[in-house]
């Protein structure tokens, strides 16, 4: 089976802060695995997951503590790691909606450390990818084909990077620090990027995206003296970000 694979990193309240949220696109009956990631202050703290179909936190549903599994979510903790794992599979349509990871502060005066995801399931996504893990060795290519449907046909079509957000875009070639990018599109639905020259630095995700759609992929450059071991796969698709705007009265269910 294959999962959708998720990073949230937990902090305080994003009413104050004005942060945007996380949107996660995935398949009717696909399976995800987010990573909540918190400081190592909150080790002893109780974690949670939670869900509310409207996205006001204030009404969220507690689905599960960590280190439960009720019905099909399960969440473990790992506080050697900082991190605490919430698994969700087979999910259908009234699954789409706001959750979030969340540690319990435990002070009556205190707001719970949060981070939202917003989740929307769907038949049929409208940027995808036909490899979500790729692989390559330092010194060598990859290529990348990305899909998207006919009404992303005239849109901006783009090759970025998560952790700097640094983007490539169809039509164009850049040399960077890390390695060459040419992106093209055949004009039917898809287009392929190839990365030449990868370092060991390009390891990292990265997502294609059409407009406003994404689809994520994470990229894994190698050492090709050093021996390597298979990575377990992982999907993750259609990734943008939003603003949060319902953040009144933080009181759970």
């Excluded at 046909?153 to 990018?181: A, F, I, P």
Aim: proline share 2%; aromatic share 12%; net charge negative.
């Amino acid at each position: 089976m294959q999962f959708i694979l998720i990073f949230l990193w937990l902090k305080g309240s994003e009413c104050a802060t004005g942060s945007a949220s996380k949107v996660l696109i995935v398949q009717t009956g696909g399976s995800v695995i987010i990573q909540c990631y918190y400081d190592r202050k909150y080790t002893e703290h109780k974690k949670y997951w939670c869900f509310d179909a409207y996205g006001a936190y204030n009404y969220c549903n507690i689905l599960a503590y960590a280190n439960e599994t009720k019905g099909k979510v399960s969440v473990t903790d790992h506080p050697d790691q900082s991190f605490f794992t919430v698994t969700m599979r087979d999910l259908q349509d009234k699954d789409t909606g706001s959750y979030w990871c969340a540690v319990d502060i435990e002070g009556i005066f205190e707001v719970d450390e949060t981070e939202q995801l917003h989740l929307i399931v769907q038949s049929a996504p409208d940027v995808s990818v036909v490899s979500s893990s790729v692989s390559g060795h330092e010194g060598g290519n990859v290529s990348v084909q990305c899909f998207y449907t006919s009404g992303y046909q005239n849109e901006l079509k783009q090759w970025c990077r998560y952790k700097d957000q640094s983007c490539y875009t169809v039509g164009r070639t850049d040399t960077s620090h890390n390695s060459s990018v040419q992106i093209s599109d055949d004009g039917r639905r898809s287009f392929t990027v190839l990365m030449t020259g990868l370092r060991l630095s390009d390891s990292g995700w990265f997502f294609c995206s059409a407009g406003d759609q994404q689809a994520s992929v994470q990229l894994t450059v190698t050492d090709p003296h050093v021996p390597v071991t298979e990575p377990k796969p992982a999907v993750v698709t259609n990734e943008a970000f939003e603003r949060n705007s319902n953040c009144e009265n933080r009181h759970r269910h």
